[in-house]
């Protein structure tokens, strides 16, 4: 597997529910980021973290999206009581290096979130 | 604040036709601009990027892009398409470190 995976691929909850979200970067990678990509939109930033440290959440639109990184490589972002304005594809991406604007950032296919 | 405007929501083309698609962006400074193409069940991939330098970049795929600080652009071109070009696109440019800041996307569809 060389590239990003991410899982569930698909993912429909009741509002109400929480959920988890993972990300498997390649194999090495440093830095990882997650976004937000709704229906008709361009992906939206959340939140990024260099090996296990989460430098940056100021995309995160509340205090229910909670994402951790224990051990610097897999990722969960956790969405406690979801609601319908959750329902998105939620993509993952991992780059090489820490926190260079010129390092390319490869994105998983996603997971779609449908909250009902 | 940085952004990048694609003002064409959906274009249609014949195979073999050329193809430009257009980005405006607003940054005050030499912007980190880049394309990416999103297919169906499929991640998002780079297929090109500007940092500084030759204005005209190539990509893969046979997709080249132009900046031209005057006009606030960075366009994609084809030269000719191909059916499996048909994709969803999405120019980005680089906000506050190396967080990616996405258009809305321009939707690409090629007739046979």
């Known amino acids: 597997g060389a590239g990003v995976s991410q899982s569930p691929r698909y993912k429909v909850a009741k509002r109400g529910q929480d959920v988890a979200l993972r990300c498997d970067p ?4 440093v830095s990882l980021f997650w976004y937000q990509q709704a229906l008709g939109q361009g992906p939206e930033f959340l939140t990024y973290f260099q090996n296990e440290a989460q430098l940056d959440k100021s995309g995160l639109p509340s205090d229910r999206f909670f994402a951790e990184r224990p051990e610097g490589s897999v990722s969960t972002l956790k969405i406690q009581r979801t ?4 329902s998105a594809v939620y993509l993952c991406a991992s780059s090489l290096e820490g ?7 490869f994105f998983g296919p996603g997971t779609r979130l449908t909250v009902l | 604040a940085q952004s990048v405007t694609q003002p064409d929501i959906h274009i249609t083309v014949s195979e ?25 069940g499929q991640g998002l991939q780079l297929l090109l990027k500007y940092f500084s330098g030759d204005t005209l970049v190539q990509g893969i795929k046979g997709f080249e892009a132009e900046f031209k600080r005057s006009q606030s652009s960075f366009n994609l071109r084809k030269p000719s398409v191909h059916w499996s070009d048909a994709a969803e696109y999405f120019c980005a440019v680089v906000k506050g470190g190396n967080k990616l800041t996405f258009g809305t996307g321009t939707q690409l569809k090629v007739e046979l």
Not at chain 2, 16 to 40: D, H, I, K, M
């Open chain 1, 99 to 105: 926190g260079l604007v010129y390092d390319e950032q």
């Open chain 1, 26 to 29: 390649i194999s090495g990678h």
């Open chain 1, 83 to 86: 609601q319908q304005e959750d």
């Open chain 2, 16 to 40: 073999g036709a050329s193809l430009e698609l257009r980005c405006n962006y607003s940054y005050g400074a030499t912007p980190y601009l880049f394309w990416y193409v999103q297919s169906p």
